[in-house]
């Protein structure tokens, strides 16, 4: 059985009465994109601290590479890439300066770390940009800065703690590709967010924490599967009486059913055809419709139906 | 990995502008502002210059021509004589070449235009000639050649029942201390370069500091790579402030030149390991350290008088041991004892002593809070 690239088993971390983290076990596989899915103040960031010793922890234990994660594990560091979720450079240093700074506290080779940098430069897309000193770069280049700076070693397991916060979404679409062009050169990727549609697009193994607690694990498809869910029909539809409401609540497969006066959502568990069917009951009563659209399930509902509160919800 | 952290640390340093302007140019500026503020003050405390005046010589006096070439004489003549006639003597008076002009006669005589300094002079000098005139006149119709003789000796003797001993050779004006005490606030200002340290290496201070805490690099050779790049950026910077005092302004800052410098060096160490030892403190956030150590050095510079002079009396008189341990006190008081005690050395070895060992002190312990590995919240 392969060693897990990280194993996080029974971490609790405490801060006085609140519990930051209870309970929670993960392990990660090398070569995934480990998703970590959750609310602000979910404990993903938490997680990702105590992961790299920086927190104190109260109990539990932490390894990566098979090996115990300390303070001191400076072996275990210098195959590690962190990109925070606040930009870490120095504003007096510029672009290639700041990577060629960091990257030097793992590549004391000059002439290997020359190259590293000039590679992160160009996978960043940072090329015309080298002379230019953070405080003149756009808020999306200056998060391709920070990814460079932690990428620029050729990690083989990189944390990236919301990368995308606060950026613009060409900027979003070419830090998200890059992770996965990271992944395809054969890193593990550790990736937080409170951004489903990024998690969904990236992750192949997606965790969802709520109040410090590991709430769901499994890839996309497993988790949806582990819902009551599985489509969600909504028609635009006026003036239905309550007798056609119920004869939709009562049809096969659907287990939920709104209607607002405007538009009637119904919620469906398995079945083929659910649509279908939906639009025949309408038709069989003579009934015009507008819009007629249908979601597949989402990791808000996966969410949702979990806790009993969206994941937007909760941003808000 | 020391030297890549040594290198980028003074790179940061000599590109922050903080710093630039903390440490050169408001050193720069201040003694610039004091050396004009002061200028003529200096002169008229320190420096007597000669007094011009023109003499009308027309009783063609020789005792009086033989005085006043011996006191137009010397490294520090009192007057500068332009013998004139009348109508020339007055002419340059008029004009404000000369300050008065001298006539002979039977006593001589003064005019003079204004009322300052030089026109004092001028006016005790034809006092003191007349006076002492009359007594060899007098001395002279008594007891001939002879009495005269001895009349003009007893009077030309300087008689002191005390001894004049010289308390320093160094530089007793009171407005060098101001020099010395900017000298000592950028000294004080190097809390700032101190408190970088910690910012940058610090997982619970910035994100800086927690993206070096996951690297492999030991936060050991980090911390100190940081400071001793801190402690050479200060070095430089107090350099810099006294070659500019000593000689762009041209101040004299005492007698030994080199030691001032040697003295400024460590004075420059006390203020990075004091703001190094402040930012370790405790779990605050960046600004907060920042305020703190901007209120910690300004409230130690206030308590030593390097503010208001007064202050350091006060708290000599109340609280003796604060400010023998005040860094701000003993660098200042390093200065003062080495232009002043320049003859002892005790005074000035032991705030040296004390200073490297303040330095050395908040360093260590700067690092003992600094190297604690992992935080309870970041």
């Known amino acids: 059985m392969d060693t897990p690239v990280v194993k996080i088993d029974n971490l609790v971390k405490r801060y006085g009465e609140l519990i930051a983290l209870d309970h929670l076990s993960l392990e990660i596989k090398e070569g995934e994109v480990f998703g970590l899915l959750g609310p602000n103040g979910s404990g993903k960031t938490t997680t990702i601290n105590c992961l790299l010793s920086l927190l104190s922890f109260d109990k539990g234990s932490i390894s990566i590479f098979g090996k115990e994660m300390t303070p001191v594990s400076y072996d275990i560091k210098k195959d590690i890439g962190m990109i925070m979720q606040n930009v870490a450079v120095f504003d007096e240093l510029t672009v290639y300066e700041n990577i060629d700074y960091f990257c030097g506290l ?211 | 990995m020391f030297l890549h952290n040594f290198i980028y640390e003074l790179k940061t340093a000599i590109r922050t502008k903080d710093l630039v302007i903390w440490l050169i140019v408001f050193p720069i500026a201040l003694g610039a502002f004091f050396k004009v503020a002061f200028h003529g003050l200096y002169e008229k405390e320190t420096l007597f210059s000669t007094v011009d005046v023109a003499v009308v010589d027309e009783a063609d006096d020789s005792s009086f021509r033989a005085v006043a070439d011996n006191i137009t004489s010397g490294d520090e003549p009192l007057l500068n004589v332009s013998y004139a006639d009348r109508e020339k003597a007055m002419e340059l008076l008029k004009n404000g070449d000369v300050s008065g002009v001298i006539f002979t006669g039977n006593e001589l005589s003064l005019s003079v235009t204004g009322n300052g300094l030089d026109e004092e002079i001028l006016k005790t000098f034809v006092e003191q000639y007349n006076f002492r005139s009359r007594i060899i006149g007098k001395s002279a119709e008594c007891g001939g050649a002879e009495a005269a003789q001895k009349a003009a000796e007893a009077l030309t003797r300087e008689v002191t029942s005390v001894e004049r001993i010289p308390l320093t ?66 070095t430089v910077c107090m350099l810099l402030s006294v070659s500019f005092i000593a000689f762009i302004l041209r101040v004299d800052l005492g007698s030994s030149l080199s030691v001032v410098y040697f003295t400024s ?47 350091r009396t006060v708290f000599d008189r109340k609280l003796p041991w604060f400010n023998r341990i005040n860094p701000a006190a003993v660098i200042s008081d390093s200065y003062y004892a080495l232009n002043i005690y320049s003859g002892d050395n005790s005074r000035y070895f032991r705030n040296i002593i004390t200073m490297a060992v303040i330095t050395v002190a908040f360093a260590l312990l700067g690092f003992a809070l600094t190297r604690r590995k992992k935080y309870a919240s970041l």
């Open chain 2, 169 to 234: 050779d160094g530089n007793t004006n009171n407005l060098i201390q101001y020099f010395y005490n900017l000298l000592g606030m950028v000294a004080m200002f190097g809390s700032t370069t101190g408190l970088h340290i910690t910012k940058v290496n610090q997982a619970n201070i910035s994100a800086l500091g927690a993206r070096k805490c996951c690297s492999p690099t030991p936060k050991s050779v980090s911390l100190a790579a940081s400071l001793t790049a801190s402690y050479l950026i200060q």
């Open chain 1, 106 to 316: 793992y590549i004391t080779d000059k002439t290997k770390r020359r190259t590293l940098v000039d590679e992160a430069v160009k996978f960043v897309g940072l090329e015309d940009f080298v002379k230019f000193y953070p405080k003149k770069l756009s808020g999306g280049l200056l998060r391709r800065l920070n990814i460079a700076c932690g990428i620029a070693h050729k990690p083989r397991l990189i944390i990236l703690d919301e990368p995308t916060v606060a950026v613009d979404p060409q900027s979003r679409n070419r830090i998200l590709e890059g992770i996965q062009e990271l992944n395809r050169e054969g890193a593990t990727v550790i990736y937080t967010s409170h951004y489903m549609e990024e998690v969904e697009q990236i992750c192949t193994r997606i965790a969802i924490m709520d109040k410090g607690k590991k709430i769901a694990e499994g890839t996309k498809d497993e988790l949806k599967r582990m819902i009551k869910n599985t489509e969600t029909v909504s028609i635009d539809v006026i003036g239905l009486e309550d007798e056609t409401v119920s004869a939709i609540a009562g049809l096969p497969h659907v287990y939920d059913c709104n209607y607002d006066g405007k538009k009637i959502t119904v919620y469906c568990s398995g079945g083929k055809h659910n649509l279908i069917r939906i639009l025949s009951e309408l038709q069989k009563r003579d009934i015009g419709f507008g819009r007629v659209y249908t979601e597949l399930p989402t990791l808000n509902d996966v969410f949702l139906e979990i806790t009993g509160t969206a994941l937007r919800d909760k941003e808000e």
């Open chain 2, 265 to 311: 060096v460590l004075a420059g160490t006390v203020g990075v390991s004091l703001g190094f030892f402040l930012g370790s403190i405790g779990a605050l956030s960046e600004k907060a350290k920042e305020s703190i150590s901007v209120s910690v050095s300004l409230l130690l510079c206030f308590c030593s008088g390097l503010m208001i002079a007064n202050m």
